[in-house]
């Protein structure tokens, strides 16, 4: 069992910036786990933004490359979301999502507002 909790979420100003941390705990080995950060806009289905995998190879949704970096730090149970330039259309529930093989464990999101 992982349990994660998102936190980092809030209102920025387009252009702004943000670091999203996902603190993960449980019996299980946080390491051995995929992780990933999806969201949700109003409206709009679930995307995946940001992957990386349990040896660090990293992943990102076409609309966010150059602009968020993800990353884990495996003795804090932790992984991270650096989002810079962040655009109006970034709006959304930002969720923690830890996988392996058919296991999928998730977070209860956290609120991202980009807005003037």
């Known amino acids: 069992q992982v349990q994660l909790v998102e936190s980092g979420g809030g209102l920025v100003q387009p252009g702004g910036s943000l670091r999203l941390s996902c603190a993960a705990s449980?019996?299980?080995?946080?390491?051995?786990?995929?992780m990933n950060w999806y969201r949700e806009a109003p409206g709009k289905q679930r995307e995946l933004v940001a992957a990386i995998s349990s040896g660090g190879s990293t992943n990102y949704a076409d609309s966010v490359k150059g602009r968020f970096t993800i990353s884990r730090d495996n003795a804090k149970n932790t992984v991270y979301l650096q989002m810079i330039s962040l655009k109006p259309e970034d709006t959304a529930v930002y969720y923690c999502?830890?996988?392996?093989?058919?296991?999928?464990?998730w977070g209860k999101g956290t609120l991202v507002t980009v807005s003037s």
């Open positions: 999502n830890a996988k392996r093989y058919v296991v999928d464990y």
């Open positions: 449980g019996s299980s080995i946080f390491s051995i786990y995929a």
